[in-house]
């Protein structure tokens, strides 16, 4: 039981995201808070319509490079579409979707950010 328990922490703390794209499929990204976490948007042409919700309202955080929302917080790489989130918080936890509008290609991630409390207990049960 204890080695599944030190397994299942070690595999929480070193998770950054589980590929896919299309449709269906879920990225699943986990940050502590206060590091940077980058949703990667994957082969994209400079040309396309690139724009990242958040939220289940789907509320549209940057559009290409033009950032809507927590504009001291988001980056957007001009090249890649690539969604940068600095100095993260819990309140930056839940579901982002990047739509490749001319494609109809759509790509989402789901975001949990755990605090430093839960880190230091993960590691006080992998010390023992």
């Not at 922490?9 to 990204?29: F, K, P, Q, Y």
């Not at 980058?38 to 919700?53: I, M, P, R, S």
């Not at 988001?74 to 579409?81: A, E, H, I, R």
């Amino acid at each position: 039981m204890r080695i599944l328990i030190v397994s299942l922490c070690l595999l929480l703390l070193h998770i950054h995201g589980v590929s896919g794209a299309g449709t269906d499929a879920i990225e699943n990204v986990l940050v502590m808070e206060g590091d940077s976490a980058t949703l990667h948007a994957g082969e994209t042409q400079a040309e396309d319509l690139k724009v990242w919700t958040f939220g289940p309202d789907e509320t549209i955080i940057a559009r290409n490079s033009e950032i809507k929302m927590f504009k001291d917080r988001l980056l957007v790489d001009q090249s890649t579409g690539s969604l940068t989130i600095e100095n993260i918080t819990a309140n930056f936890s839940g579901i982002y979707k990047l739509e490749i509008v001319k494609k109809n290609l759509y790509k989402n991630f789901n975001v949990t950010v755990y605090g430093s409390l839960w880190r230091k207990k993960a590691l006080q049960i992998i010390k023992r």
